[in-house]
Every structure is written in structure tokens, then in C-alpha cells.
């Protein structure tokens, strides 16, 4: 499979059956604040542009994708049941050439799988997601020892520009008495938190031995990223992940 230039592609030692992708704004044919590869149906944006938008992502996919409407839940379903678009933040499947698929803009997008390539998920993690248990609750529904699981954290706003209260702060500490390292005041009641930090310290506390990614900043980089933080009005990139035959 070759992916358009910036697309990402991740570095992570999965099994061969395994395939994965994040795309980034371009590509596609969206205006305005949605130029040009905008995945997302709910965000403004023209319908029609959106659909061939998606079209020129599902060439290179097995199947239609499982699009999720997401609510920075921990619902997680199984791709292979979805019709439609349901409410959830996470999809998982066993099933060959099933595509799990989240959306994202700031929040965090995390890929799964299992050391011999029989499950995968896609998760949607903000903040909320992250504090009430997303990974979690993905991570029980696959059925499969955490230990056998690795992750990859893709593109989203990075420890340098994720400005927060301390509602944040006190939202994740209420469950990881150490979440404060991922935290650095900034002034008086604000901090700067890293996304990244903290679903890592979600996912090794489960047991998950490899952890990968968490290198692209979405607010930072405009030029191939949409980011909600940043632009308010703006689109949606995806991450994407299957098992092959």
C-alpha cells in the first residue's frame, strides 16, 4: 500500500497482518476552514466534499470503514457488528479486512493490536475519554491479556500546547495518584498537559509493554493538521487500522 506523502504510516513492530494509516489535511477537496482532506460529516463542512473525500481514502482501505459518531465516551464496539454510524469512541474487531476508524482534530488517536495479529482497535482519546477510561474499556472488550497488546499513539496537540485547568488535573488524579508528572504549571490555576504522557501512563498500567508514536503535534503544525484548538471551525484527519488475510 502507498500512502500520499505526509500521510503517516506507523513505526511500530506489529505483525505483518496488521495494516495502518492517519491521514493528514491533504489530499482532498474541502474550502475554507476545512481544506482539503476533511473526513468528518458533522463539522460543517459540504456533504459532497466529505463523501469524496472519503473516497479517496477507501481506495486504498479493504472495506467501507466503521465511522463512529464520538462523544469523548468509553463505549468500544465491535467493528464487525457496526451499522452505520453509531455512538462510540473506540472500535475493535477480530474480523479480516474490518477497518476500525476514529476521527480526530487535538484528541488523541490510538491503534492496537495483539503480538500475533488476531485483534485490533482504534480508540478516540481527549482528555474526558482518557480520564473516564477509554483504553480501559477497549482493551477489556478485546479479551486478550494487556500484555500481549502493543499501542501506537498518533498525531495530536502536543505537551507545549495543550493549556489546561485544574479540573483537568483533578480529573486524572482522582485514579493515578502520579498523573501531576504529565502536568506543568504554566501560571496561577492553568497547566500544560501531555496527551501522550498520560495514555501511556493509562496503558502500561495495564500492562501494555510497548507503546509507540506520540510524536506529531497537531496545533503546532498547520500545514498538515486539523486542529479544533487552534481553528475552532475546521475538519477532521483519521486513523485507520485492519487485519489482512
Not at 138 to 147: D, I, K, L, W
Request: a positive charge.
Amino acid at each position: 500500500m502507498r500512502l500520499p506523502a505526509d500521510w503517516i504510516a506507523p513505526e511500530w513492530p506489529a505483525p505483518s497482518r496488521v495494516h495502518a494509516f492517519v491521514t493528514t489535511r491533504n489530499g482532498g477537496v474541502s474550502a475554507g476552514p476545512y481544506t482539503n482532506l476533511n473526513l468528518g460529516l458533522r463539522v460543517g463542512d459540504d456533504p459532497d466534499d466529505v463523501a469524496r473525500n472519503r473516497q479517496r481514502v477507501r481506495v486504498l482501505l479493504p472495506s467501507e470503514p466503521k465511522w463512529l459518531q464520538q462523544v469523548h465516551g468509553t463505549t468500544a464496539l465491535d467493528a464487525a457488528n457496526i451499522q452505520g454510524e453509531p455512538i462510540a469512541d473506540a472500535a475493535f474487531t477480530r474480523a479480516r479486512r474490518v477497518v476500525c476508524t476514529v476521527q480526530t482534530a487535538d484528541c488523541l488517536p490510538i491503534l492496537l493490536c495483539d503480538l500475533a495479529g488476531t485483534v485490533v482497535a482504534s480508540v478516540h482519546a481527549g482528555w474526558r475519554g482518557l480520564a473516564s477510561g477509554v483504553i480501559e474499556r477497549t482493551v477489556e472488550a478485546m479479551r486478550c491479556p494487556a500484555s500481549t497488546l502493543m499501542g501506537w499513539l498518533g498525531p495530536a496537540i502536543g505537551p507545549s500546547a495543550f493549556e489546561v485547568g485544574p479540573d483537568v488535573l483533578e480529573a486524572f488524579a482522582r485514579t493515578d495518584s502520579q498523573a501531576s508528572s504529565a502536568f506543568v504549571p504554566l501560571r496561577e490555576g492553568r497547566y500544560l498537559a501531555d496527551l501522550f504522557a498520560l495514555a501511556r501512563r493509562r496503558l502500561v498500567a495495564l500492562g501494555v509493554g510497548q507503546v509507540f508514536g506520540g510524536g506529531f503535534c497537531t496545533y503546532s503544525d498547520a500545514s498538515r493538521f486539523f486542529s479544533h484548538r487552534r481553528d475552532r471551525i475546521t475538519g477532521r484527519q483519521a486513523a485507520f487500522i485492519w487485519l489482512g488475510d
